[in-house]
């Protein structure tokens, strides 16, 4: 067994005793005696996996030809029967008595189990009312969220289709993982695939990078996780093989474990959302001794004249001002300058960069930075944006075509940038600035959600709860009694993963996974598509949305895709059969060849950026020319509207979790054992545990404006002072705040949600992302009993 933990342990026992480790009632008679099943294939989105079920208990082991496994596969055995567990189609009695409207009482009110019949043929109704009095753009199908790695069962592209083929509905675009990166590098650089997955891969670093400067770091808790699964973990291998060879690795950001600790890195612990000021310095620093590469920014730049103008007018961004900025020595930054301008060096920029105010000038920095070095498009130099940050970046592409499910084409145009939810709920018909247009928020009457939790992802949780108060009607699939389910009228459970067949495949991984039904579905769950094939069914489209498959035809129809490709080029094709009862099918892949920015450094001519101007955009005139006070044309240090100050002194960073994939199986044995009586810790520096009076262990109240949560305190020396970090994904737990009477009935997260603190608003006017990794706050000992944590069981 490989080491799987972030901090390097090693773990030698993977099977996990399920309901005991959740603390569940243990299933009928556990003992020694009964079959132990057949060990099976499924796939997560970290990781592909083997399981046995014995009829109470489900065990676990990695795949075995993954390297580098993730410990958060352990969550999974705690599902199978978990008090968590949506068991039957559920009615918010409020909704289900007095009908559909505006309600302040969602997330306050009771709920009322019922048939399906029963829940289907209102809902039925529910929808054409909607749709007949308010139009098709009032029923909003955004529906954000992760869900589960399968291709055919994934909730979001099984509700779009049931939503296009009944009529259309109000959209979501970009992501709130890269909603900045994905208007911007567009603009400047090239698509948001082609810079993350397909550009400077994890076998380049490991042969031909000097100098890895990480911005944000490359998590190994982050890249343990890719959407739709991932076969093999090769980053801790390629990072310790670079390292091996003599390869340097500077790590810039709050947190030293945001890089592995064997590969001995040097440690910038930077102040939170400053990073593009000691771009900028390091850009002035290089161009200040000729170090630039001319030539480059003659052949292959636009809008180089613009930044350097910038680089240079006052205040100019030297060492020493970036120094004020950032909280790094003048010293230190003019030393990195000079490392980074010899040698093969790679700048990468993590997602958490962007997901803040102002998040697109980092991105934008670190393009510029790779281009002023003259190595954007080298093997193992230049730019990768995300690398690290989910496990499908820096890699190849597969030469076929993986299974995918057939979209239907939505009728209605409106959409809104994905963040922008509880602004559109809270201001219909008001307008905003996206991507250089002004826009209007459509009024919605109806939402609805399949595999997301906005009570996990959105920011502000108490602004989003008042926000769907206005809305007609929430509906919810999920397998989990989630702080979103908790809100909705009408919670719909679905089944999870394990609990049907389906395909596990994505294009930049190789293996094609038969994810087969591991447990019997939970209670009254049932598959998304069933559902939504009932519901179609109800308003008269059962026969578009299924074209007359059952589940099975749809996945031997996914797969014949892939299975033709490979016979087209003589390669080994089983069928469906064949494929399933062996239990997974590698793919050939293209080769390494350093994708669209190699290419256009051997020919900017020939192969142009899909820029503007066809070249790496360091300075841009459309953007520029959308005169957006808060997104100049060019990179730039702004200053934050939100940060520290005398009543709220720490930033708080709330990054992804280690232990779970965002909320999903929050009740797992990992995700558990790092808790402290239930309740989730925060990481503080010593020394600003001594200046509030706490210790290792206290349990503090977290609190802003907008709200506050309880944490267990940790005390670590691996954090910047005057930075605070609680991970994201503890369950949405609210109480009355007892330090803070009249604040309502849910001023205070006794779990330690941080998305009550976090601020609700666009990274700027340009992309309109989500900016929830940073928000100041004050900590203070928390002078009560801390209340036990009570939201891991039905409501
Ligand atoms: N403060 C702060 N907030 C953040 C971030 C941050 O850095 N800081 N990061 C943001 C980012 S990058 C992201 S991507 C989001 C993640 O936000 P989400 O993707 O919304 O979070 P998940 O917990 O993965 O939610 C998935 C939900 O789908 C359910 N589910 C799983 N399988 C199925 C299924 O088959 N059917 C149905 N119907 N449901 C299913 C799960 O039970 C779970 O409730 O969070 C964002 N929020
Ligand atoms: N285990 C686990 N892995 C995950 C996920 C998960 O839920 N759990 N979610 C996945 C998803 S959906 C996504 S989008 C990616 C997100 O990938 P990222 O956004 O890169 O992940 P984060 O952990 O939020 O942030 C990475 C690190 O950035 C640092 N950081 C925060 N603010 C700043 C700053 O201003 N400057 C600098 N220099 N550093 C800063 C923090 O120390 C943090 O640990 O992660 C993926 N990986
Ligand atoms: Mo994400």
Redesign the pocket.
């Known amino acids: 067994m490989g080491s799987g933990c972030r901090d390097g342990s090693t773990r030698a026992e993977w099977t996990i005793d399920t309901n005991e480790a959740a603390g569940a009632p243990a299933g009928p008679g556990g003992s020694g005696t009964r079959d132990p099943g057949t060990e099976k294939t499924h796939s997560a989105h ?1 990781g592909v996996f083997r399981a046995r079920y014995d009829g109470a208990r489900l065990r676990v082991r990695p795949h075995p030809g993954d390297p580098d496994p ?1 410990p ?1 596969l352990d969550n999974v055995p705690a599902a199978v029967g978990h008090p968590a567990r949506v068991a039957a189609p559920a009615v918010r009695r409020g909704w289900w008595e007095r009908g559909p409207g505006r309600d302040p009482a969602r997330g306050r009110d009771d709920y009322l189990t019922v048939s399906w019949d029963a829940v289907l043929d209102r809902l039925a109704e529910e929808t054409r009312r909607v749709r007949s009095t308010y139009g098709d753009a009032a029923v909003y199908g955004g529906s954000y969220g ?1 869900a589960s790695a399968g291709r055919f069962h994934h909730a979001q592209g099984q509700l779009h289709r049931f939503l296009a083929v009944t009529g259309g509905y109000t959209r979501s675009v970009n ?4 909603g900045a990166a994905e208007v911007l590098l567009p603009q400047v650089l090239g698509t948001f695939d082609a810079v993350t997955r397909y550009a400077v891969t994890w076998e380049q670093v490991a042969a031909h990078t000097d100098t890895v400067l990480a ?3 490359m ?1 190994l ?5 890719a ?1 739709g699964g991932v076969s093999r973990h090769v980053e801790r291998g390629a990072m310790r093989a670079a390292r091996d060879r003599g390869a340097v690795f500077v790590l ?4 030293r ?2 890089l592995p600790e064997e590969l001995d890195a040097t440690w910038l612990p ?1 102040r ?4 593009v000021a000691l771009m900028l310095a390091l850009m002035h620093t290089v161009v200040a001794e000729g170090r630039e590469d001319a030539e480059f920014l003659a052949t292959h730049c636009d809008g180089w004249e613009q930044l350097r103008d910038h680089l240079f007018a006052a205040p100019v961004k030297d060492a020493g001002w970036a120094a004020a900025i950032t909280g790094i020595d003048a010293s230190t930054i003019r030393e990195l300058a000079w490392r980074i301008a010899y040698g093969r060096t790679l700048v990468t920029v ?4 962007q ?2 105010e102002h998040g697109e000038q ?1 991105v934008w920095g670190g393009t510029a930075l790779a281009a002023v070095l003259g190595q954007i498009g080298l093997p193992g130099g230049g730019f990768n944006y ?1 690398l ?3 496990g499908h970046y820096g890699r190849t592409r597969n030469a076929v075509p993986v299974p995918t499910f057939s979209r239907a084409p939505n009728p209605v145009g409106s959409f809104i940038p994905v963040a922008r939810v509880a602004d559109m709920l809270l201001d219909p018909g008001g307008t905003y600035v996206y991507d250089g247009a002004e826009r209007t928020y459509p009024h919605v009457r109806m939402a609805w959600w399949a595999g997301g939790n906005p009570f996990h992802h959105h920011q502000d949780l108490r602004r989003l709860r008042r926000a769907v108060a206005e809305l007609d009607t929430l509906v919810v699939h999920d397998p989990m009694w989630t702080a979103t389910a908790r809100h909705a009228d009408v919670v719909l459970p679905s089944t999870m993963t394990i609990e049907r067949d389906d395909i596990g495949a994505t294009s930049s991984d190789p293996l094609v996974v038969a994810m087969k039904q591991l447990v019997p579905p939970h209670g009254e769950a049932r598959d998304d598509y069933e559902i939504l094939a009932d519901l179609a069914g109800r308003l008269g489209h059962g026969e578009q949305f299924t074209e007359g498959r059952t589940a099975h035809d749809w996945l031997v129809h996914m797969y014949d895709r892939t299975r033709k490709a490979l016979a087209d080029r003589g390669l080994d094709a089983p069928d469906f059969e064949e494929f399933w009862e062996r239990g997974e099918l590698e793919l050939p892949q293209r080769p390494d060849d350093g994708g669209v920015l190699a290419r256009f450094r051997a020919d900017p001519q020939g192969s142009p950026l899909p820029t503007p101007s066809g070249k790496v955009q360091v300075g841009s005139a459309t953007i520029a020319g959308h005169g957006l006070a808060d997104h100049p044309g060019h990179p730039a240090w702004l200053e934050p509207t939100e940060a520290p100050d005398e009543r709220h002194p720490f930033w708080l ?1 709330s ?8 909320s999903q199986l929050d009740f797992g044995a990992h995700s558990a054992a790092a808790k402290r009586s239930g309740r989730e810790v925060v990481r503080i520096h010593p020394a600003d545990a001594g200046g509030i009076g706490v210790v290792d262990g206290d349990v503090v109240r977290i609190h802003n404006d907008r709200g506050a949560c309880l944490a267990a305190v940790r005390l670590s020396d691996d954090i910047r002072p005057g930075v605070v ?1 609680l991970p ?2 503890a369950w949405w737990d609210p109480r009355p705040d007892p330090e803070r009477p009249g604040h309502g009935d849910d001023g205070l997260c006794v779990h330690g949600n941080p998305n009550v603190l976090t601020r609700d608003r666009g990274t700027s006017a340009l992309a309109q992302g989500c900016s929830g ?2 928000c100041a706050v004050a900590v203070s000992r928390y002078p009560h009993d801390p209340p036990e944590v009570g939201v891991h069981a039905a409501p």
């Open positions: 970290w993730s958060v992760w992501t709130y993982s890269g911005f944000g770091g998590a808790k982050n890249s343990a996780i959407a810039v950001s709050p947190l474990p945001d930077i939170p959302g400053t990073d993590a997602q958490s960069l997901r803040a980092p995300g690290g940050s989910l960073v990054n992804q979790p280690a232990t779970r994939l965002h970090q994201t994904g990794q940073l």
